[in-house]
């Protein structure tokens, strides 16, 4: 059960585009569409913001957007915004039946 | 509206045992699995616990195995876990989520309940 791995931080300006990566293996990310992905701010809760890979739950943005190619999801965020910089983590459902956490991801906007 | 309120945090001393409890209220609670998830000061998210609708079928990770029970009252709409043998490390916020569908991550998470193990 090792985390998926994200990189410790993605910085973008407003307005621009970023993505995360989200590497893990045929056992998790690369044998299931149960990618999901979050997001945390400071002191709260997380938040979900795309299941099963690309899907987005009601009420969250279309600036957010999944993908996945191999043993690696993506989430990309458009039109970066002041309140898009928290921490993002993606999470997968496993072979073993349990589920696995990314590294998490700092997103701070410039 | 969905709400999730964990409760029972606290501190206590390496060894002993704590029992969270989250209370669901807004959705139809016997419908959906519904895990728990940790988060040490400062760190990532770790999956602790996952347990189905029904309440028979069960998954912990590696780290709780053995020492962590999960269950749930869908009578009383309340989910719980069973935290045996605390050690420091199982220090961290711990939240209780509901299912979105079968295995599609977590769609409502509750604000976390802080458990500290320390002598």
């Known amino acids: 059960q090792s985390a998926l791995t994200q990189p410790a931080s993605v910085s973008g300006s407003p307005g621009q585009s970023i993505t995360i990566s989200c590497t893990g293996t045929?056992?998790?990310?690369?044998?299931?569409?149960?990618v999901s992905w979050y997001q945390q701010h400071p002191g709260k809760a997380p938040k979900l913001m795309i299941y099963n890979v690309n899907n987005r739950p009601s009420g969250v943005s279309n600036r957010f957007s999944g993908s996945k190619s191999g043993n690696t999801a993506s989430l990309t965020i458009s039109g970066l915004q002041a309140e898009d910089e928290a921490d993002y983590y993606c999470?997968?459902?496993?072979?073993?039946?349990?589920?696995?956490f990314g590294s998490g991801t700092e997103v701070p906007v410039l | 509206q969905v709400q999730l309120v964990e409760s029972g945090g606290g501190v206590v001393q390496p060894g002993r045992s704590l029992r969270l409890s989250c209370a669901a209220s807004g959705f139809t609670f016997s419908n959906f699995g519904m895990h728990w998830v940790r988060q040490a000061p400062g760190k990532g998210l770790e999956w602790v616990a996952v347990?189905?609708?029904?309440?028979?079928?069960?998954y912990y990770a590696d780290s709780v195995k053995g020492r962590f029970t999960i269950s749930r009252d869908n009578s009383k709409n309340t989910l719980y876990l069973q935290m045996n043998s605390l050690r420091v490390e199982d220090t961290a916020m711990y939240y209780c989520a509901k299912e979105h569908g079968d295995y599609e991550g977590f769609d409502y998470w509750g604000q976390g309940t802080l458990v500290t193990v320390s002598s």
């Open positions: 347990i189905s609708n029904g309440g028979t079928i069960k």
């Open positions: 045929s056992s998790d990310v690369g044998g299931y569409n149960y």
């Open positions: 999470s997968s459902y496993t072979s073993s039946g349990v589920y696995v």
